[in-house]
T-cell receptor, first 112, second 111 residues
Framework: DTEVTQTPKHLVMGMTNKKSLKCEQH?????MYWYKQKAKKPPELMFV???????INESVPSRFSPECPNSSLLNLHLHALQPEDSALYLC???????????FGEGSRLTVL | GEDVEQSLFLSVREGDSSVINCTYT??????LYWYKQEPGAGLQLLTY???NMDMKQDQRLTVLLNKKDKHLSLRIADTQTGDSAIYFC???????????WGLGTSLAVNP
């Protein structure tokens, strides 16, 4: 199983809403990532969790709040977003054994 | 600083080979990756190569690494219309597995 599962696939929210994106992997990977991607651009790193601890925050605005409840799950809590935050949000996990970094299919977020 | 460069577009005829090139600057890179992204989809890990290797082959894909010139290439044999996508090259830098990405090469396969 080399799968990273993200839900929901699509999300539309207003600027005053609170929502969450979820990511799950069962490959035993201990590093998990959130990326943001705009159309036809490379992904931009947001957060890295290593062994369930936040190890990198790429100066992401506080309206994005990550959470890693356990080694298989990663959440991204969203609050008071702006229209420019509309993007594809990708979760990834890294396997220390061989260098494989797998991505999920992403959650496409639209902020109205 | 660290940088990864790729040509932005490539157009090939169906059945021909495609070669997508990438140059990088960080000589301490551990892994170099190729990802494929189809419209509206996530990033599919195509293949990756450890920095102490020169070549890796996986079915229709061949990766060549020239460490001296910091040049990486991806060859797709017998290119099909389903190979039309954006291909991203990325290098890992440091122990935190932070990837440095190229801007992506848009591959168009013509029947």
């Amino acid at each position: 199983d080399t799968e990273v599962t993200q839900t929901p696939k699509h999300l539309v929210m207003g600027m005053t809403n609170k929502k969450s994106l979820k990511c799950e992997q069962h490959m035993g990977h201990r590093a998990m990532y959130w990326y943001k991607q705009k159309a036809k651009k490379p992904p931009e790193l947001m957060f890295v969790y290593s062994y369930e601890k936040l190890s990198i925050n790429e100066s992401v605005p506080s309206r994005f709040s990550p959470e890693c409840p356990n080694s298989s799950l990663l959440n991204l809590h969203l609050h008071a977003l702006q229209p420019e935050d509309s993007a594809l949000y990708l979760c990834a996990s890294f396997g220390a054994r061989g260098g494989e970094l797998f991505f999920g299919e992403g959650s496409r977020l639209t902020v109205l | 600083g660290e940088d990864v460069e790729q040509s932005l577009f490539l157009s090939v005829r169906e059945g021909d080979s495609s070669v997508i090139n990438c140059t990088y600057t960080d000589s301490s890179s551990t892994y170099l990756y190729w990802y494929k992204q189809e419209p509206g989809a996530g990033l599919q890990l195509l293949t990756y190569i450890f920095s102490n290797m020169d070549m890796k082959q996986d079915q229709r894909l061949t990766v060549l690494l020239n460490k001296k010139d910091k040049h990486l290439s991806l060859r797709i044999a017998d290119t099909q219309t389903g190979d039309s996508a954006i291909y991203f090259c990325a290098e890992s830098a440091g122990n935190n597995r932070k990837l440095i990405w190229g801007l992506g090469t848009s591959l168009a396969v013509n029947p």
